[in-house]
């Protein structure tokens, strides 16, 4: 069954450093990756994915991710944080060993923005 | 609607009583899956609808659980005798297409409903 290990509950990183969540999956078939943002008391918003193209893979708000086969990982990095990317970042799989290609999600890391 | 709209947003729920959670997902969207999501952890898969169809339930944790999507839009999460480790978010999420084309297309979330139950 496929799964993924979100390394750190909580990381914290100085305003204009950079970003480094990581991600850890396992698939006994070629997976589908992704990160979610999730905002306070909001619900979840799609970052980025990988499909199977190219493996480093861009997002929204200036958030990409390299897929590694070789080191089954799939970390998230931004070269510069800001204030707004405070949140709970989830790393996810996709069980597409089901027929209904449900997300498996990761515990989620917070990010924290020290000024 | 523009999104997935979900219905309480916030309800409190004493131990014993029943409740419904309600979402309204993207209009078309064949694909309806619902997660828990327990304070601090991620999301946890409940059940899969595709159309009005309940293809996956193996994640609902007890038969307290039941979700149903009569009409193949509109979809109801009913829990039972609620107890207090039900108390978590509830999100509802849908995709236009089904299977590894969903994860191609894309889901949409909700913002989900927060139980607590006292």
């Known amino acids: 069954a496929q799964s993924v290990t979100q390394l750190g509950s909580h990381v914290s990183v100085s305003e204009g450093a950079l970003v480094l969540l990581r991600c850890n999956y396992s698939?006994?078939?070629?997976?589908?990756l992704f990160w979610y943002v999730q905002y306070p008391n909001q619900g979840l918003q799609l970052l980025l994915k990988?499909?199977?193209?190219?493996?480093l893979v861009k997002g929204i708000n200036g958030f990409e991710a390299e897929f590694k086969k070789s080191e089954t990982s799939f970390h998230l990095t931004k070269p510069s944080a800001h204030m707004s990317d405070a949140a709970e970042y989830f790393c996810?799989?996709?069980?597409?060993?089901?027929?209904?290609?449900?997300?498996?999600f990761g515990k989620g890391t917070r990010l924290h923005i020290l000024p | 609607g523009a999104g997935v709209s979900q219905s309480p947003r916030y309800k409190v729920a004493k131990r014993g009583q029943d409740v419904a959670l309600r979402c309204d997902p993207i209009?078309?969207?064949?694909?309806l899956f619902w997660y828990q999501q327990a304070l601090g952890q991620g999301p946890e898969f409940l059940t899969y609808?595709?159309?009005?169809?309940?293809?996956?339930k193996s994640g609902l944790p007890s038969d307290r659980f039941f979700a149903e999507r009569p009409e193949g839009s509109v979809s109801t999460l009913k829990i039972q005798r609620t107890q207090q480790e039900d108390s978590a978010v509830y999100l509802c999420?849908?995709?236009?297409?089904?299977?590894?084309?969903?994860?191609?297309?894309?889901?949409?979330f909700g913002s989900g409903t927060r139980l607590t139950v006292v």
């Open positions: 999420a849908s995709s236009l297409v089904t299977g590894t084309g969903g994860n191609n297309y894309g889901y949409t």
């Open positions: 698939s006994s078939v070629p997976p589908y």
């Open positions: 990988y499909t199977s193209a190219a493996t």
């Open positions: 996810a799989v996709s069980d597409r060993e089901g027929r209904d290609d449900k997300i498996i």
């Open positions: 209009s078309g969207h064949v694909s």
């Open positions: 609808f595709q159309n009005e169809a309940q293809l996956d």
